[in-house]
């Protein structure tokens, strides 16, 4: 966490000691936050007030872990605790009234973290570990409590699974960021479905599932596990039984969330009456029963509104049957979205309940040769009353994930605060303070789908658009181009080539760049390309015969390396290639490079 002083300072975000500084730096922003004036020192001791319960042991086991200085005499006092808790009595009346809802206050006398729940106190001690990386605790108070319930990731996308090694880092970013759901589901795991799914985990998968398990319950996130019976089920008590039992096993290794998912196939399992009432009897005879597992989700097989035929009843069907407590995932208008008010005004009526938002970004299994590390917007900020849940389908990349991740972290949890800029950089900051200027020009022009199936697109190379739009028109009209639009075109060339070189040689976050690695030899080489491609237009409008040659034969050998990389890095891909600014940037230097090679051939 200390690490977030440096990665403010070079975002020019935080200036220490100021209110609107600290704010800046929180993720998510909390609802109510005032004082930060004045400050306190950091105490080196401080004596720590609880009633000692299970379900506080996450929250006070953070606060150990952040303040190791725990002494029972001390005269600087931590008080923690949940509503009803003596300790915490003083506070009540500023406890909010919703769930994971927490106050935070810090003065000279002490620290006090009055909670809803136990999930609101994990989530105070996670505020305060925010205001720890400052140099002195400002004196606050703090009111915070999310907008959307569920708010996290479901691991549901095509291709190769994160490994175990990231999901337990996942688990600690979930934590940090406040959301509380992960949802597992990979599809290409034979045990979650075809066609294994009726079958117990093998030894050293169900050992690593309930680490993960245990891993997520530190960290306050429920861990749901999804089956995906669809493609093979057999409407009978057989299959009914082997549910059930498959559910049982995974409960004997600490599951406490259940998904079932009838998305993506077809034939017998795709009808919703069948569903309902599978679904009905796994509520009512195992997540009933229990007493203590999370509500039971259901992923449907129209699970989008272009994929729905309202009169088929399908949906209204699963409305009128399925329990009432049961969740039903929605993608919106298509299986990638925006999501806004419309979208639920159409889904709520015909499923009888809040949607929850299976949201298909930043998920790239359909476009694999790009990757989408740019801002997260497009999604309406009133809608907190609209959702029961907001989850993501990320890429199969898991640090590169985590860019969209964080800024979902804070859109769910305060969307009316939710800054997609200020969000993008504080999260590249997070993932690689020491070189986040670097890791900034790789994404900002790595943001954008390129052409797809579902016309899901986003602005890329924001920084220098206009300025390419100028050169390339200059040139098109046979006009000089304006001067300080090509200086900062080739200053961004040349930052493209610093942060490659930079990203490829640090080992400050070695598993991101082992993931990006493709992408990054690709930037380089485009980086290359652009800054001789405009070094040719330059030397060919002063007449430079010799010089313009040279440099047009520099061009044409980074021309003919771009089409090299696109066909043999990421090779493994089902659409091999690392596409890289291909929505403003390549397109603009290849049209650039066009008219330069046409020039030439004038002069030869």
């Given amino acids: 966490m200390r690490k977030n002083i440096l990665c403010a300072a070079l975002l020019g975000l935080l200036a220490i000691g100021t209110m609107q500084a600290q704010e800046a730096w929180f993720n998510p922003v909390p609802q109510e936050y005032t004082g930060g004036q004045d400050s306190i020192d950091i105490p080196a001791q401080y004596c720590l007030q609880a009633d000692y319960n299970e ?14 200085g725990e002494k029972k005499d001390a005269p600087f006092r931590i008080c923690i605790g949940i509503k009803g808790d003596k300790n915490v009595k003083k506070y009540a009346r500023h406890i909010p009234a919703k769930t994971e809802g927490y106050y935070l206050k810090i003065d000279k006398k002490g620290i006090a973290i009055a909670a809803a729940d136990a999930r609101g106190a994990y989530y105070g001690v996670q505020t305060l570990a925010q205001l720890l990386t400052l140099p002195r605790l400002p004196q606050v108070e703090v009111t915070d409590y999310p907008d959307i319930p569920y708010r996290g990731v ?12 990231a999901r337990l880092r996942q688990l600690d970013f ?15 795991d034979p045990y979650h479905r075809t066609p294994h799914w009726r079958k117990p985990y093998p030894e050293k998968e169900a050992n690593q599932l309930k680490e993960l398990v245990e891993r997520a319950k530190e960290n306050n996130v429920i861990f749901y596990w999804a089956i995906h019976p669809g493609q093979d089920i057999r409407w009978n008590e057989e299959d009914r039984k082997m549910l059930i039992d498959k559910f049982e096993s995974m409960y004997q290794l600490g599951v406490r969330g259940f998904a079932v998912f009838f998305d993506d196939i077809s034939g017998e399992g795709t009808k919703a009456d069948k569903q309902a009432d599978l679904l009905n009897y796994l509520d009512d005879h195992f997540v009933k029963t229990k007493g203590d597992v999370a509500p039971l989700i259901l992923c449907p097989t129209e699970y989008n509104k272009a994929w729905t035929n309202v009169k088929g009843g399908y949906l209204t069907t699963l409305g009128s049957k399925l329990n009432e407590g049961i969740q039903i995932m929605w993608t919106g208008n298509d299986v990638v979205a925006s999501i806004d008010h419309p979208t639920f005004e159409f889904i709520n009526p015909l499923i009888k309940r809040k949607a929850y938002i299976w949201w298909n970004y930043p998920v790239t299994d359909y476009v694999q040769d790009h990757l989408l590390m740019g801002p997260v917007y497009g999604n309406a900020t009133d809608i907190k009353d609209d959702a029961i849940a907001f989850v993501s389908n990320p890429m199969e990349y898991a640090e590169a994930s985590k860019i969209a991740l964080y800024s979902i972290a804070g859109y769910t949890w ?18 690689m303070p020491i070189n986040a200027p670097y890791l900034k020009t790789f994404a900002i022009h790595n943001t954008d789908l390129g052409p797809n199936r579902y016309d899901f697109r986003r602005e890329e190379s924001e920084n220098i658009r206009q300025a390419l739009e100028a050169i390339l028109n200059s040139y098109q009209n046979k006009n000089m181009p304006d001067r300080e639009a ?9 930052a493209i080539c610093l942060a490659s070189d930079k990203l490829l040689a640090s080992d400050e976050n070695p598993l991101l760049i082992d ?32 010089e313009a040659s040279e440099a047009y034969g520099q061009a044409q050998n980074w021309h003919s390396m771009l089409q090299w990389t696109d066909k043999l890095l990421n090779e493994q891909a089902q659409q091999p290639g690392a596409e890289c600014g291909s929505k403003v940037l390549l397109p603009t230097l290849e049209a650039l490079f066009a008219i330069a090679a046409s020039r030439q051939e004038k002069t030869e």
Wanted: charged letters at 25%; one cysteine or more; a negative charge.
């Fill in 55 to 68: 379900s506080l042991s996450p929250a006070i086991g953070l606060l150990r872990r952040l303040m190791p």
């Fill in 414 to 431: 305060n969307m009316e605060d939710y800054n997609p800029q200020q969000a993008w950089e504080e999260a590249i900051c997070d993932l």
């Fill in 174 to 188: 979930y934590g940090r960021n406040k959301m509380n759901t992960y949802i597992y589901g990979p599809k290409d």
């Fill in 486 to 494: 090509l200086r900062q075109v080739e200053k961004e060339c040349q």
């Fill in 154 to 165: 479901v691991e549901g996308f095509y291709g190769t699974p994160w490994s175990h090694e």
């Fill in 515 to 546: 993931e990006i690695a493709p992408w990054l030899v690709r930037f380089k080489v485009l980086g290359l390309f652009g800054q001789e491609v405009l070094k040719t237009l330059q030397r060919q409008d002063l007449g430079q015969t010799k």
